[in-house]
């Protein structure tokens, strides 16, 4: 039973427009949430992560947004760039734990067309 | 500074076989994680070397094991390969096992088992 759950396999995006990427989780245990960025033939790289108690964290063209009752969270990215395009996932874990022990979802396909 | 560095890029294995997959992590990294990442799902936690010892594992069976030296590099050995082995296997340093301390991956070791 997956427990981070990313529902949209791939996105298609105009550059200079927003992305929007979706998670969604349901174990409630997990308070600390991070995405990462994937290129092919590379390993996932940290982009941006948020904790249960903000419902939202900004950096630069990044933007998480946590809505805990809904255990949802979102990235968005503006203004999307062609360089974005990447696999995003959504990772979830327990605060006080090691980063090391994650939950991934499958991934998300941004692709962000010139 | 040197990141992180997985050792072969891809091997390729016939089913029954035994494999060992090696990480260098970053320098003044003493964390290494391993996870495994199937054709179109996210990483999957296998385990966690903190210092040399074995600190928490994923739902790996036993044939999945693992070992960190002195240089806190790691090595990631399976047994009795299985065909559902094929993967790609990726490592991950940090400098720590606390939440706040990010992962850094590797670019990963493509595993085929035939």
């Known amino acids: 039973d997956q427990q981070v759950k990313q529902n949209s396999p791939s996105l298609s995006v105009q550059e200079g427009r927003i992305s929007i990427l979706n998670c969604d989780y349901t174990n409630s245990m997990f308070d600390y949430f991070l995405w990462y960025k994937k290129y092919p033939a590379e390993g996932p790289t940290f982009l941006i992560s948020i904790s249960s108690i903000k419902d939202k964290n900004e950096d630069g063209r990044f933007t998480v947004f946590l809505n805990k009752s809904a255990k949802h969270l979102s990235l968005h990215i503006v203004p999307s760039q062609p360089g974005d395009s990447a696999v995003y996932f959504c990772a979830a874990m327990n605060y006080g734990g090691s980063q090391g022990n994650l939950i991934f979802g499958k991934g998300t396909k941004l692709s962000v067309k010139p | 500074e040197t990141g992180v560095t997985q050792s072969p890029t891809h091997l390729i294995k016939t089913r029954g076989q035994q494999v060992t997959l090696r990480c260098s992590s970053q320098?003044?990294?003493?964390?290494v994680s391993w996870y495994q990442q199937a054709l179109g799902q996210g990483p999957q936690f296998i385990f966690q070397?903190?210092?040399?010892?074995?600190?928490g594992r994923g739902n790996f069976p036993p044939r999945f094991s693992g070992l960190q030296f002195p240089n806190y590099s790691s090595e990631l050995n399976v047994n009795a390969l299985e065909l559902d082995d094929s993967a790609l296997y990726l490592c991950?340093?940090?400098?720590?096992?606390?939440?706040?301390?990010?992962?850094?991956f590797g670019s990963g070791t493509q595993l085929s088992v035939l």
């Open positions: 991950a340093s940090s400098s720590g096992t606390k939440t706040n301390e990010k992962l850094f």
């Open positions: 070397y903190y210092r040399e010892e074995e600190n």
């Open positions: 320098s003044g990294h003493n964390t």
